[in-house]
């Protein structure tokens, strides 16, 4: 029976509407949903992305689905019901967790389950305290100089340390070193010297722990909770490898903080000094736990979110050539005899920003953008309850022709202003999401791509052998390339 206390709200009308109870869903098991057909390799959870494209092949735009003992996921597939989801959101948008085991984890080590597992006032006042160093274009610029100085450093690692063919080996390893450098220099004005300096095997060990954690999340996301009662073999290694990469950065910002209060207390520090946490600890509404858990993520985020994207992107640049020499182009007749980069140079990069657009259609990292409901909705005419968990998977469209002409072309120049192409829907491709919680670290992640793509092209041709393999994804909480990719960098 519908619930009559479901008042939906939807910009349009529509003949009838239909109850949630009857929203399409694969086979469900009591208690346990439809966990059965993870455990039986029917769905691969290596693949989720594929189960995703399956679901909505099967059951249609509106999909339930439940997984063990957690709370049901509604996926949304339609870009029209992903606009209706944002347009009636209000400033404190409600979200579920990327990962409910690294929220579990610093809560077990009585740690802030920080920005991205916050909700409500709590995420709200956050924000607000981060507002102006890391949401907006020109705050974030500032430190385009720190991102510069240490991609040049990565310029030359590649050039000393190709193979006769060009190549790097484990190109995953020296881009997450590189941006957990990156990383290091803004948050804690200080070279960390995982790029080729005395902490490199730091650095290694950083980056594998980071990849082991995601590996197993995503593994725990389709397992039954026994984790919550009893200390399973997956959930041990999950917590030896979160405490290697939180316990690193917490003694990098504690040594901070130290040195900062004795620059301040001896009025000596200058005004390029520390930045990043400064601007943090001068914001009254920010305590210096919230300043922790803020530089904490921004530290660590890149290894999971830049890095592949990156890979995708240099993957995109080798394999289509003409593209490659377009970008390279625009960057010769940008730049022209200037070595340093600055914002203006940036902005003109219009072609290398689309090459990173086409690159996340062709290539997402990630499945959804995650949202709790406050208000009851119609999606696709189904019913939806407040407080229901929506999973926007979007990526199922990003190769149909429904929305992109010739889809499996790579075609930068469809996202260029004035392009010939039929307009895109706005809601379709939103890595970072959109509105109110858009990713707190969009403006960093942008600029580092933007900054690295430039720097790559400017000093080497890319070549993808013929005989190479072809990209394909893992679903290791967010989606990366599965294999090392054999890039040749050619000195230009």
């Known amino acids: 029976m519908r619930n009559r206390f479901l008042r939906p709200i939807c910009t349009q009308a529509v003949p009838y509407t239909k109850s949630f109870d009857s929203i399409p869903r694969p086979f469900q098991l009591p208690l346990l949903g439809n966990w059965h057909l993870y455990k039986l390799g029917i769905y691969n959870p290596r693949k989720y992305h594929q189960v995703l494209l399956d679901l909505y092949k099967h059951y249609g735009p509106v999909v339930y689905e439940k997984v063990g003992l957690d709370k049901p996921i509604i996926h949304v ?17 409600r979200i579920f967790p990327l990962s409910e085991f690294t929220k579990a984890y610093r809560q077990q080590e009585r740690m802030s389950t920080g920005l991205g597992n916050t909700n409500d006032d709590e995420w709200y006042r956050l924000k607000n305290g981060i507002r102006h160093l890391m949401l907006k274009t020109n705050s974030v610029q500032r430190f385009l100089k720190d991102t510069e100085t240490v991609t040049d450093d990565l310029v030359e690692v590649i050039k000393k340390y190709r193979d006769d063919q060009g190549r790097i080996g484990d190109l995953r390893q020296l881009l997450g070193r590189w941006s957990q450098e990156v990383a290091g220099q803004i948050c804690f004005d200080k070279r960390l010297g995982y790029l080729c300096g005395p902490n490199e095997s730091l650095g290694k060990r950083i980056v594998q722990a980071n990849e082991t954690v995601f590996r197993l999340g995503a593994l725990l996301k ?18 030896e490898n979160e405490h290697i990469v939180h316990k690193t950065a917490l003694q990098y910002i504690n040594e901070s903080f130290t040195r900062i209060d004795k620059l301040l207390e001896t009025n000596s520090i200058k005004d390029d000094q520390y930045t990043f946490l400064i601007t943090l600890l001068q914001k009254d509404e920010l305590s210096r736990k919230d300043v922790t858990v803020i530089t904490t993520s921004l530290f ?101 022709p429904k929305y992109f002409s010739d889809p499996e072309t790579f075609k930068p120049e469809r996202w260029l202003r004035g392009a010939e192409n039929s307009p895109i829907h706005p809601f379709l491709l939103t890595p970072f999401g959109h509105g109110a919680r858009t990713c707190a670290g969009r403006k960093f992640a942008e600029q580092d791509l933007l900054v690295s793509l430039y720097k790559i092209v400017k000093n080497f041709k890319l070549i993808y ?28």
């Open 300 to 400: 660590i985020d890149g290894l999971s979110t830049t890095v592949p994207v990156l890979i995708n992107n240099l993957y995109s640049l080798a394999t289509n050539q003409q593209v490659q020499e377009k970008a390279y182009q625009e960057i010769c007749r940008v730049c022209s005899d200037k070595d340093d980069l600055d914002a203006g140079t940036l902005n003109k990069l219009t072609y290398l920003k689309a090459i990173i657009k086409e690159t996340f259609r062709m290539y997402p990292n990630g499945t959804e953008v995650a949202r709790i409901n406050k208000k009851p909705l119609i999606l696709s005419n189904y019913e939806i309850p407040p407080e229901s968990n929506l999973s926007m998977n979007m990526l199922v469209h990003f190769k149909s």
């Open 77 to 93: 597939f339609e870009p029209d019901d992903v606009q209706t989801v944002y347009r009636n959101e209000d400033k404190t948008p």
């Open 465 to 492: 052998p013929s005989n190479g393999p072809r990209i394909d994804f893992v679903f290791d909480t967010l989606i990366f390339p599965d294999k090392d990719l054999p890039i040749n960098f050619i000195p230009r």
């Open 222 to 239: 389709f397992s039954l909770p026994i984790y919550n009662y009893i200390r399973t073999p997956k959930w041990m290694k999950l917590v």
